[in-house]
């Protein structure tokens, strides 16, 4: 215990015989974290540098005001075709997923309502357009829908049916005597609520509502229904204004309650699904689970939009509070010592450093998460498997990519002081705009519980084809067999020591730094966690009890299973990445994040690791100390590796943390 | 582990037999929150729903438009008395300064802006005048400070002092030529920054600069100094508005930067120190370090009001989010099934109900800090470690109260999903008024410091009269001696078994639910963590580190120092309060929370206790267990724990969340 405190002193001693410290080029940096898309990035690094006074109008125009310069500027952005990257070729798109998810995250430097009204016209509305609609969908709105001429909205959420989207209350009722769908907003409950571009742009809306056919319901399908015409509402459509929110102001959020309105058989979006003028009902995909999920599944490619905003938007406030702690001195040790730079406390590393390498973490799971999304949307014939796979990721990865954001700029703005209260400095319309991402496409909670659903069964069961969300309808037809298989404790512990040599004492013998040791902690307690929830589900439904009340019983568990699981995907992701570069300084010290980000998130939870057996009390000090000795050596690198983000400066604003003197 | 989800069932059983759920009264809560204030807390209730439309209006008017709004609010609400309830009796106040801090945490119900307002009006501007200067002031000053007539700010922060109050820059040179003092700012980092009334209101500054003394410097002083003539800025004088913040935006906040500007000898408030007209200095109190020292201890009133303010917010979210809870279903068990309630749910319980337990200990933690308050205020001959004491006590409270108003407030947004975004809904600007709160009247990480520093020296050595602030430059005077009594490791074990019979096996043998577990718990982690980090600080100096050095390797072992230290102070607070109450449903219901934030306290560091030996697995275990249980025992009382904060109808709007159904 006394020699603690003079740890520092012999490590620094040791560093000059045994560490060097890298020195990564910031260039080679942002080359490798910019990946296959950095022309696409280039450009909108361009587009945000030649937009940013977006950012001081924010705060200085009215709500109208800024919600047309916002739209002005989408008009903008969208004529260097930046914003078409995802649509078909033949529309003038490059039929890239990838590089529209890469285009849409770097844009998250700049502002988020610009952000978020790119993703509503061109995610949302021209991709259900593109995902659900056919060839006569496709020509009649894809063109004014990518240059912007035709704004539209996605009108699924509802006021009392935000997250069960299959319980849905709007109504779309065929009417055989006049071959035309009669859309109906039955109660207050089921107005379209929050719907972007609803307020004051959209000429069009995709509705989401339930096809009735001859008093029969054939579940949640979706309508092309018009809303304006030029400025003026048309008959039978009521549009009121969400009013003002806590950030994303620039978006104009709208109400809609639909009475009767009518519109042609064709303006069911019939990709999956369609009516006949007979008001006969088919469709390719037998199962209405199935189908209704695979028409949901379309929202995968806002969930990845989403959850990579929120990285990129942690970046923004990281570079500025890193940069402004390795500028701003404060309190001297004595009269005759200069004041010391914020970044020199350890208190001040502890705070900032980790987050910077969760963030390049993040980063990487991202780039994983979008390689699969391109392989999935590459090929027609995906299997099931593959695609929720896919999709249990990408709700992962959105529910921590936006938890994080919401923790990191707190974090940002607190460690820079009253002035990072001030709105010129960033971090009030980061930390505003990016508040609703932990609950917009999909709330973070109930993305977590679709995860543990995956995990449970494999993703392959049948219990898969129920509506994503609703685990306690999940638990309710629980069959005890399909999780079973899973939760053999010796299978588990196997899996787990293939990744390690030691046999038992694996995880006493490795190294703190060994990557196997990090890897296999984390996969230990996944494994662990889903064996764990199954055999609590199991027994609770056994033993004759109510699916909601073991659900809710059990409801803990499931989420830090999903935990457990996504953290496990996001540390393999970034230690694959850094794995297969080359050798390099910039390889040694993306080693550094690794193990900061690895050690942090063990030392999180390492109550959890000591209540398993997998830590011992020392192990776990010992895992602090390295952290803090880590925290040193990242130091040095700090600056770099925050520009290495590659944020133009023009965006960063902030000049007065900034250029701190 | 097949039975853990039998065991709410199994424990419901054992309710219906051995457990009798406690029927309390709101209004007997109430009465009991309230405390000996009621009266002055039913003002402020009147006074919060006649300007109600405040919170309406913050959102719509424009800037200067608002901020003049709020100062008119502040004359009307100043002419009910409330705000002068700390002021002296022969000055219309009531000399009463726990009335005074009732008064205004009880006013962060309500718009925070208006709150900031009368916080730098009359707690810190009027607050100065009377702590600082003498009769003649009293006599110039108060009567307009008070009635609203003269608005005048607190001018101590500069743009590159924050935090380093010692440093400040501005400088105030006495010119015995004309018995007058020069104020002059020397460069930018000496600017007065993010001054409240300053960029519109001010007619009058108290301002903390220099005292120089042909060419010898005395340390920090205050004066009052002239801004404005009606509108007009006087010469020598330079204001501009601090802009927009991420919200207060209804407070004035400006930078000024004086040019020589001349002011009477007489300007100097000379409570505690004076200038002859021969430019004699002579103070009452002879060290320089304690007489800074106690003119800053005027700030501690500043700091229990926002601890109080940040409290007081959080209740508000609270309301809103548990009866949402209470109201809102979402997702069904089966076809045939209701939907469930969101407070229903395990996980929701989880969310939210250690947050309403956590604000009841916070609130009684506040009382108890209010009485010492008084005790301290009201006696002219209170010894320096008594003052000390309530020192750290505010300073502890300020960083806990305001840290857990950020994160109560944003877990209630989410738990409210995207309607907990809308403006209209409160939260927009709880956060964005709150999130300041962390950082002025003492940076949070600055002030558990002070507190870990008055831990290590018992408040009473010669090191506290050390500026409160300079944790390094105390380490770089460290005298081994001072910390090391406190050392003994067996003497510290002997303090916490005097709680708990049970010899070393206390801590195994103690029920979960017995307050003197839960208390030795806290009271072991404390003293092992003083002790802890006096060694670690004892063996750097005396191995010859630089002391900058052994502050930064130590600073995570300080700041967890003084966190344990105010958890102990906050649960004694809650045993202590809810043990002197009379037998009655409202006693017993109480006690399921402070279980409830005692054992979620525990859980939350339980890797601490486990790695020190004071928790095994089982028992680790066993408190997450007991958490759910009282989750699911307190769930039925949660609204009526919210309902008792007792805060207007009329101010909480959230219409939508609150009538759901």
Known sequence: MATDVSQPEAESTRSESGYRQPQPSVAALTEFLDGEYAEVRALVRSNLAKHRELLHEAEELGVDAYRDRVRDVLLEVAATGQTALGMPKEYGGAADVGASVAAFETMAFGDLSLLVKIGVQFGLFAGAIQQLGSREHHDAYLPGAIDGSLLGCFAMTERGHGSDVQALGTTATYDPATDEFVINTPDDNSRKDYIGNAARHAQLAVVFAQLHISDHSEGVHAFVVPLRDGERVLPGVRIEDSGRKLGLNGVDNGQIWFDDVRVPRTALLNRFADVSTEGVY??????????????????????????????????????????????????????????????????????????????????????????????????????????????????????????????????????????????????????????????????????????????????????????????????????????????????????????????????QEAGLLDPNFQQAMLRFREEHMISGVARRLKSGVADGMDAGEVFSAVQDHVIATARAHVERLVLDAFIDKVAAMPDSDEKVALGLLVDLHALTTIEADRAWFMEHGRLTVQRSKAISREINSLCRKVRPLAVDFVDAFGIPEEVLRAEELLSWQ
């Not at 938890?403 to 971090?427: D, K, L, P, S």
Request: proline share 2%.
């Open 282 to 507: 088919s469709s390719s995909i037998d199962s209405p689970n199935r189908r209704f999920f695979t028409m949901l599944g379309t929202l995968v490619l806002g969930r990845v939009s989403v959850g990579g905003g929120g990285i990129n938007a942690s970046k923004v406030a990281l570079n500025i509070a890193v940069r402004y702690a390795d500028r701003r001195r404060q309190f001297a040790a004595g009269d005759d010592q200069p004041e010391q730079l914020l970044l020199d406390y350890g208190q001040h590393q502890r705070r900032l450093l980790p987050l910077v390498a969760h963030t390049y973490a993040l980063h990487f799971a991202q780039e994983v998460l979008v390689e699969r999304l391109g392989e999935v949307f590459g090929s027609e014939d995906a299997d099931e498997d593959t695609r929720r796979a896919l999709e249990s990721r990408a709700a992962g990865t959105k529910a921590f990519g936006t938890w994080h954001a919401t923790r990191t700029i707190q974090e940002c703005r607190e460690a820079c002081g009253g002035a990072g209260y001030m709105a010129r400095n960033r971090f009030a319309a980061l930390k505003a705009d990016t508040d609703v991402f932990t609950t917009f496409e999909g709330d973070n909670t109930v993305l977590l519980q679709l995860v543990a659903k995956g995990l449970l069964t494999g993703y392959s069961s049948d219990f898969s084809d129920l509506d994503q969300l609703g685990m306690v309808r999940f638990v309710a037809e629980l069959a005890v067999e399909t999780v079973i298989e899973r939760t053999s404790v010796a299978k588990l512990l196997e899996r787990v020591k293939d990744l390690l040599p030691g046999g038992d004492e694996w995880d």
